[in-house]
Each structure stands twice: as structure tokens, then as C-alpha cells.
């Protein structure tokens, strides 16, 4: 069984499309909505045209490779002159409603639009009408915005958010020229069922969907000089920027991150993972109090879509949530209070910058419960993607940057625990760790808790904390889709997990929605990035959190112990239904 591609003798596998024997054997055929890795083929964007001669056959036909089936005999032709023309006025036609301020384009130079443009050698758009490409711009929700102006209706992110994220916020919406994404009826962004979790941003191949740019914002703070700037980076950006710089996926980028920070003119370069460090001691803290009253199936808080879940989806599981800040936050908390009293600085002047792979940190950040006095803890959250975009502005060549280290004796260390915490599970193993120490006063044997690693939606495992506690049984999910079943058997009492952590993006925060976008693929580099983080924790000196000596230092010098009032004051919250 086999048929022709311009020329080349393919073998059949059964049920193949065109498209897919193609990309098999190396002819390339331009797409813009098909994604493979969610197994989306709407065939909407008409542009993967080829010429097919069937046996018996005269006249060669046209037919999009996406949704025709590769058939015994079949002749197909992907570089002819007429698909060629076709291919160019497909791309023409889409291009007629396009918004094409490309220059200023959050996709500049990174859109599949234009890749596409080119290859179809299109360089004249004759049908563009800029009346035509003014469509909605929603920017109702904190972080995240939607243009559909520059949609081209591939409906990819509609797909990922109903059937990846089990969220549905997403339709498809309008007639005619109007058609394309939508929130349902009555709703905007904002109000719609949307978590800001942002995984449709990382498969959209354009400029339709990103975050607000706050990236201004940031450059005012670093040439103030009445400013004092700390900026804080997530446990994901050392393992998710590398591609910024054409290197391998995964590669730990920790030293040129801080170089690159220093080189826009930050004055203190921190670290999130310091603070997570500090959420293990208090949540652990947290836990085994909540145990030992009695009260079981307490959720992880530190992932903000899965707060905005947990209040527009389910507010009645509220309560559940640990009352533990997430690093971000005691991060900010903390930059604005200890820091400044360590270092003689004036807390009115600090302003903390966060780095984060993750829109709904920047709806976190702005959140009532975390002002004081009207003033942010947190007071800017970039997405690494606008991080990119900042050191492009302030012309910073990461490739020319020697790597560098920490310096701050304050909050620049961190264990091996903090590091893991960007993974699926590894809120949960750091805790495990350092409660097992609370529990027996001994360290915890086998200290990489693989029972609690692996890649399925929603994991258990059942790990012996000692002592009074005895066993207790987690769950580990990623992902929004499995969370529903999750939280909907504990609000029904049909569940006996006693700890449940929770990661929005699939994957965990390694593969969080504010991350690098990467062309026709969906999450290419999950396993990579995570392997770095294990590497990282075992070439860690200290390797759970209560042996950070900077966390010690903070107990002991302001904040007493775990769970104390000023911990309380500065550590903690709560959500209200
Ligand atoms: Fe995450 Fe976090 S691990 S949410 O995924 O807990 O964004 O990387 O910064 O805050 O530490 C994101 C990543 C963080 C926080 C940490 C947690
Ligand atoms: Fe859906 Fe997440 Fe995109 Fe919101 S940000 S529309 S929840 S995929």
C-alpha cells in the first residue's frame, strides 16, 4: 500500500491523512489552525491546499491535507504553481480582517501568521480592510486579554479550554465577518467562567490572546531613582527562558537570568524559591495542626488559576484551601517588611517585581487581601514572555551575559525542596519532607518521594508521616480537567484524601500559560524542564526546606516560629465565598 508525494513513494498507515503522511515523510504543507498535539483538525484556515490525482483520475484536484484522507495510488502535489497561487490567496483572504500592526504585534517576530505569509510568498495584502479587522478587544479580566482583531478562527484555544482545562469559558461566537471566539452571551472576560490559566495563550498562533503588558510599568520603577527595585523570579524561569536564548529545552539559565535582571538595573535580584521555602514551613505547619484537630482534605492555595477556579467554579469548596499565602506573595510580604528592616532601606521606596511563568499571578498580585494600606505587596507581575520583552527594550543581549550568583545574605538561598515546587507534585514532596521532620524530629529516609512524581492528571499515593500522624493519603493533580471530580467528591464526603495539591496548567508551573510560546506544538518541553528541577534539588546543599539557613535566620530574627501572629499577619489569608 502506498501512494506519491511530489514524487517520493510513501507507505500507507491506515486512517492517515494527507497532511499527516506528509509531515511523516518531510513535505512540509502549511497550516494555521490544525494542532496535532491536542488532536484539533477543525479545518478552518483552508490554507493546507494540495493537488491530488487519484487513480482513474484526469484532472488533478484541490483539497485541504488536513481533513482528506491519503489513499491507495493517490498522487499528490504540494509545490505546484496553482497550489502555490492557491496557498497565497488563501493566506490573502485571511489577512483581508487581520489587524496587521505587526511591529507592534506581542507576536512580533514569533507569529505563525506571518511564518506562513512567507512561505506562501504573500507580499501584498490587496484585500485588507482596516474596518473590517476592528473586532473586540476584551481586557475586562486583570492579566489576561483577548483581541479579535488579529483571531484568524482556528478555534485551537476554544478547544483547550473546554476539553484540556475542562473550563468551557471559550465559544465560538458571531456571523459572517463577525464570526470567530467569544465568552457566552452576557459575559465578558472578566465575568466569564475563564481562570486566566492561560493555556489557550500557549496555543494561539498569534497575538490574540497574551497578558497585558506591564513591561512600561516596570522600566519607570527601574530608572526612578527614588526607587528601590527587588525583583523575585519563579522556580520555572531558570528552566523555561533557555529557549530564549537558542538553547536546549530545560537548560538551567538561573545565573544569566540573574545577570540579565542586574543588567536592566535591578538593585536586589531575589528568589521565589526562597519564599516557597517559607510556604513549606507555614503550610506544614498548617497541615499538621489541621490533623491533629481532626479536619482532613485541606487543598494547596498557591496557584492562583486554581483559586480563580475554586471561586467562579466551586466557592463552596473555600474553606478546603490552605490558608498559606503562595510564595509570591510571602515573598512580597516579606520584601517589604524584613528586608528593608535588614538593610536600612526605606519600605515606602521598595517596589517588588515578579517573574513569572503565569498570568493569573498578576490576578493574584492585585488582590485586595494583599494591600496594605492601598499599597501591593507584590506591585508588578511580568509573564517570562514579557521578560523577554523588556530585556529586548532595554536592548540586553542574554547571550553576552557571563552567568551570575545570588548575593542578598537575606532571601537569595533556597533548598532543594523550594526548587520542585514548579512541578506537578512538588508542593507536595517539599511538604512531605519538612512535616515528616516536624512529626519525628529525624529526616525523612529516601528523600526523593517518588510515589508522588509521575505525569497522570490526578495521582495518589499513600505516605507514612510518623509519629502521631501515621499515614496519610495524597493527591496530586495537574491540569483543571480531573480537579472537578476531585473537589466535587470532597464537597459530597466521598473522599478520604487528607492533602490535595493542586496545579492548574498541566504539568505544573514548568508548563504554566505565561511561558515562551512554542510554534504548532503544546507543550514540547514538559519532561526536560522537569528533569532540570530534579537535577537542581539533588545538587542542592541543603535539601528541605527547614534546613534553608536564610529561612532560620527569618524565624529566628522577626517572625518567631511557624503559625505565630506575625506570620499570620504576613503569611497568611483567607478567601471568602
Ligand atoms: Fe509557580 Fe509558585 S511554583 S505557583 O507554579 O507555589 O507561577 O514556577 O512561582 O508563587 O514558588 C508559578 C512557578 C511559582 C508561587 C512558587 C508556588
Ligand atoms: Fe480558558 Fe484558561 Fe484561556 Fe481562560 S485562560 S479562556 S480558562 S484556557
Redesign the pocket.
Same mark, same amino acid.
Given at each position: 500500500m502506498h501512494a506519491f508525494i511530489n514524487s517520493d513513494k510513501i507507505d500507507l498507515k491506515e486512517n492517515e491523512t494527507i497532511l499527516e503522511a506528509a509531515r511523516r515523510s518531510g513535505h512540509y504543507i502549511p497550516t494555521l489552525c490544525e494542532l496535532a498535539d491536542i488532536d484539533h483538525t477543525p479545518g478552518t484556515c483552508r490554507v493546507c491546499l494540495v493537488e491530488i490525482r487519484c487513480e482513474g483520475q484526469e484532472e488533478p484536484r484541490i483539497v485541504t491535507a488536513c481533513n482528506t484522507p491519503i489513499l491507495e495510488g493517490m498522487e499528490i502535489l504540494t509545490r505546484t504553481r496553482r497550489v502555490r497561487e492557491m496557498q497565497r490567496l488563501q493566506v490573502e483572504l485571511l489577512l483581508a480582517d487581520h489587524d496587521q500592526e505587526c511591529a507592534t504585534c506581542i507576536r512580533h517576530g514569533s507569529c505563525e501568521v506571518q511564518d506562513v505569509a512567507q512561505f506562501v510568498g504573500l507580499q501584498h495584502s490587496r484585500y485588507y480592510d482596516p474596518a473590517n479587522a476592528k473586532r473586540e478587544v476584551d481586557s475586562t479580566a486583570p492579566g489576561f486579554a483577548r483581541d479579535m482583531g488579529k483571531c484568524i478562527r482556528c478555534y485551537r484555544c476554544v478547544k483547550i479550554c473546554r476539553e484540556g482545562q475542562g473550563v468551557d469559558a471559550l465559544v465560538m461566537a458571531g456571523r459572517g465577518k463577525n464570526a470567530g471566539v467569544g465568552v457566552r452571551t452576557g459575559l465578558t472576560q472578566g465575568s466569564s467562567e475563564c481562570v486566566s490559566c492561560g493555556q489557550c495563550v500557549l496555543v494561539c498562533p498569534t497575538g490574540a490572546l497574551g497578558e497585558k503588558d506591564e513591561t512600561e510599568t516596570v522600566v519607570d520603577y527601574l530608572y526612578d531613582p527614588d526607587v528601590v527595585t527587588v525583583f523575585q523570579f519563579?522556580?520555572?524561569?531558570r528552566v523555561g527562558f533557555g529557549e530564549e536564548f537558542g538553547l536546549p529545552a530545560g537548560t538551567n539559565v538561573e545565573g544569566q537570568v540573574i545577570s540579565a535582571i542586574r543588567a536592566l538595573g535591578a538593585d536586589i535580584v531575589l528568589d521565589?524559591?526562597f519564599?516557597?521555602d517559607i510556604?513549606i514551613m507555614e503550610e506544614g505547619t498548617e497541615l499538621l495542626k489541621a490533623y491533629g484537630e481532626g479536619k482532613r482534605q485541606l487543598f494547596?492555595s498557591?496557584?492562583?488559576a486554581w483559586i480563580n477556579f475554586a471561586e467562579k467554579h466551586y466557592p463552596e469548596i473555600l474553606p478546603h484551601l490552605s490558608s498559606t499565602r503562595?510564595?509570591?506573595?510571602?515573598?512580597g510580604s516579606i520584601a517589604k517588611t524584613y528586608l528593608p528592616e535588614k538593610m536600612d532601606i526605606d519600605p515606602a521606596k521598595v517596589r517588588v517585581v515578579?517573574i !513569572?511563568? &503565569?498570568i493569573?499571578?498578576k490576578d493574584?498580585a492585585g488582590r485586595a487581601m494583599y494591600k496594605k494600606d492601598g499599597v501591593r505587596d507584590v506591585d508588578v507581575v511580568l509573564t517570562i514572555r514579557e521578560f523577554a520583552r523588556l530585556l529586548r527594550r532595554e536592548g540586553i543581549d542574554l547571550k553576552s551575559l557571563e552567568p551570575s550568583t545570588f548575593d542578598n545574605p537575606y532571601m537569595g538561598g533556597y533548598s532543594g525542596a523550594?526548587a520542585i515546587?514548579?512541578t506537578t507534585g512538588?508542593?507536595m514532596e517539599a511538604a512531605v519532607r519538612t512535616m515528616y521532620y516536624a512529626v519525628n524530629g529525624e529526616e525523612l529516609e529516601g528523600i526523593e518521594v517518588t510515589a508522588l512524581r509521575g505525569f497522570e492528571g490526578v495521582r495518589s499515593a499513600v505516605v507514612d508521616l510518623g509519629g502521631d500522624i501515621g499515614e496519610v493519603k495524597l493527591a496530586l493533580c495537574h491540569g483543571l480537567k480531573g480537579v472537578r471530580a476531585v473537589v466535587e467528591d470532597v464537597l459530597a464526603g466521598r473522599s478520604d484524601f487528607d492533602f490535595i495539591e493542586v !496545579?492548574a &496548567?498541566p504539568g505544573?508551573?514548568?508548563d504554566?500559560g505565561?511561558h515562551l510560546r512554542s510554534k504548532k506544538a503544546y507543550l514540547p518541553h514538559a519532561l526536560k524542564r522537569r528533569e532540570t528541577l530534579y537535577e537542581i534539588d539533588k545538587q542542592s546543599n541543603y535539601r528541605q526546606s527547614h534546613n534553608n539557613p536564610m529561612v532560620q535566620k527569618l524565624y529566628d530574627d522577626y517572625l518567631g516560629r511557624p503559625y505565630s501572629e506575625k506570620s499570620h499577619e504576613l503569611l497568611h489569608t483567607h478567601y471568602i465565598a
Open positions: 519563579a522556580p520555572a524561569i521565589t524559591n519564599a516557597a510556604v494547596t498557591c496557584c492562583p503562595s510564595p509570591q506573595q510571602c515573598f515578579s !513569572m511563568p &503565569c493569573a499571578k493574584e523550594g515546587f514548579a512538588g508542593v !496545579m &496548567c505544573g508551573c514548568v504554566g505565561g
